[in-house]
């Protein structure tokens, strides 16, 4: 294999494996680099245990929070990236969400782009992703060009009870959009066959839309396209005067090698892409990559995602759960003027799930008997950027991350209109709510932000770099703001947008 390609793409999540298929038309020689390997398929896929107690599919590794102590994030390093483990839920961001607004912890400010200009990729990574759903069932829908490609995913039993029962109380439940390839007109072909280990798992029967099945094995059935495993990029080198990246330097099978590009693509998340950044400091770049505007690593956000069991004594016999999304309140409440989130379905939970936040002296036995009766909700409020939320780099080029949540009254207030409902609806309701901290980062955006102004942003509106003429950026790094919808949907969206801009370049 040639050192040297047309377009080298670093990173095979929700960004890179979706502008990997994006531009293997081209023809023009691309080579992925992935840091994992191919997700085992194996029985432990489908396992509770191997993947949430004994956290087997997890990446193992440690950053280090604010006050100098270490925790494990949630990262995967797979082909498809931390897809390969998502709930699925492939949800647009709303049109007001693009524009600055005001929140309780602050102001979510307006990004360069709006929502008109990103609409069509939304619609073109709904088909790539195969996304179920119905238009017009949620009023804070912005508009859409075609409906989704797919009908919406049928409520089990108690879930519709539930459904009916909110829409009792004059709110406005809808389906939740959600990428999976699934026909339950035939059943008997289906490839998704609604289990309940979707939401946290990998599939084992590639039934859920992640960005290998749909992204990465697309641009690797064209011939000009070719992928490394087990390729950790260590670091980019540009040239004398740091406007051209020459050099990708990579550690696989303990040897290093030094691959170039015309064009270099980043999409490793947007922890390690703002990482990769600045380990690559040097030369006419001594703060970080692209850094003139000292914004790399800066204004991280994750969400704030809380999960809310509500143990009652109805069973819930449920098994694919997480149909339901609601929006009632995302742009305020009748007590609130500003935001307070999003509001859907976690995927069932069981005993050993649940067994990871209990208290250990609890027995699985309860645990399971709990679980049997529980429905289980997933609260989003959008986390605000602040420039001293950030990633760094220290000793030995450990990761640390340095985060204090803001705008944690909204989410408060989030998580008591959801008991009220649920209180209303669901008879001896033990409501338990949790809310994810530092080490929740598979919502992470927002480290090597999009802007015009060159002075307070890292790439310009078409995400390549203000310093570096052939370096672009293709993952949620790029977000000016978080929402309070799952990022993914946005992200490949975003990565088909950015596409476009590269095609027209190497034509």
Known sequence: MSDHH????????????????????????ILILERGGWLPREKENWDPRA?????????????????GGEFKPSAHYFVGGNTKFYGAALIRMRKEDFGEMKHHGGVSPAWPIGYDEIEPYYTAAERMYNVHGLRGSD?????????????????????????????????????????????????????????????????????KSDAQTCGVVHALAHPNVTMLTHAYVRKLVTDASGTRVTKVVVERDGRVEELSADLVIVA???????????????????????NSSGAVGRYYMAHHNSGMLCVTSKPNPTVFQKTMGMNDFYFGSPESELPLGHISMLGKMSGIAMK????????LCVLDAMARRSFDFWLTTEDLPAKDNRVTIGAAGKIHLTYTPNNLRAHAMLVKKVKEIVGKLLPMGLKLDKRLGVEGTPHQCGTLRMGDDRAASVVDRTCKTHDVDNLYVADSSVFVSSSAVNPALTIMANALRVAEQIRARVS
């Open 6 to 29: 047309d377009i080298i793409i670093i990173g095979t999540g929700a960004g890179g494996g979706t502008i990997a298929r994006a531009l293997a038309s081209t023809g023009k020689r």
């Open 51 to 67: 993947v949430m107690l004994d956290a087997r599919y997890k990446s193992g590794e440690t950053y280090i929070d604010k006050d």
């Open 139 to 207: 009023p804070t829908e912005p508009h859409a060009s075609a409906p989704y490609p797919k009908p919406p995913v049928t409520h089990e039993g108690p879930i519709q009870e539930l459904v009916d029962g909110i829409k009792g109380l004059g709110y406005k439940p809808f389906p939740m959009p959600l990428g999976i390839d699934l026909d339950e007109e035939k059943k008997e072909s289906s490839t998704c066959i609604r289990c309940s280990t979707c939401d946290g798992f990998p599939c084992l029967v590639n039934g």
């Open 268 to 290: 490793c998340g947007a922890i390690n892409s703002a990482a990769l950044f600045l380990r690559s400091a040097g030369g006419a770049h001594p703060n970080g990559l692209a």
């Open 356 to 363: 990871g936040g209990a208290p250990g002296f609890v027995p």
